[in-house]
């Protein structure tokens, strides 16, 4: 077995080994009690579709343990009877240091949400922000930093107005990309930030301006096949050198094995008839782009 780099090279005091990214060490999740498919909200879920409990809370579990086993600590937030998709902890909000900008969601099924969002982070220390009025974003599951800046998808779930609100209240940069295939709905399901250099993109999905963004910011990408994109292997998370993915085609394994990452795949297999991979499934709770 490879010994994942960050072993090797020497870690800096706070455990993050060269190139990494600075994030990434510590989540938010939520057990699924009360996970089901009730209403159809994006392409993959499809009304009638059962999910196992059992299988949802094992396969739950086994997520955690490898995310731990990775070097990751997993915080929880209470699940509530009725909100089906609060599992989601992605589309909760945004976190920038001690800030959380709550999301706002398009969709009424899950507006029911944010209440327990916002109060989950100020009950745990954050400064909460919310977004003003009508404007819809919907947190992690749409923006992800890749080195100092923000990259966030709109379209579907989030508006291309709330780009400007969110980069105020978060004092970050943004870069917008737009998100054309409903498929891919939000952008974790497109990208995934791997290291300093590195990220799993998918171009054949984004708007021409989307892709000139990320063109220019991330020096060599892991430019995603559609179909390899539809097994939701960008929808992963990445613990300095290992990465946690729902699947993993072969080619994309081979290349990110070459960069010196460590691969290991979690079976979300009861979440993705929801629409929902291993990243949707976390919110990372230590990004400070400041
Ligand atoms: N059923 C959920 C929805 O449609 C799935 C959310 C997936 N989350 C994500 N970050 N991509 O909203």
Known sequence: MPVPVAAQAGASADGVGEGENSWG???????????????????????????????????????????????????EQPPQEGLPDLVFTANAGLV??????????????????????????GEHGWEVHELPGAVVHEGAGDALPFRHVLLSGHRWRSDVAAHPLVAHELQVPVRPVELIDERFYHLDITFCPLDDRHAITTPGVWGGHGRKVVEALVPEPLALELHEAETFCANSVVVGRNIVMPSCPPRVGRQLERWGFEVAVADVGEFLKAGGGVRCLTLALDVDLR
């Open 25 to 75: 060490r510590r989540y938010l999740m939520c057990r699924p009690t009360h996970f089901e498919v009730l209403y159809r909200i994006n392409p993959w879920m499809h009304h009638g579709v059962a999910v196992d409990p059992e299988a949802a809370q094992a396969q739950w579990e086994a997520l955690v343990a490898l995310l731990r086993a990775a070097g990751a600590d997993v915080d």
């Open 96 to 121: 920038n240091g001690d800030r959380f900008l709550a999301s706002r969601f398009r969709n009424p099924e899950r507006q029911g949400e944010m209440v327990h969002d916002i109060a989950w982070f």
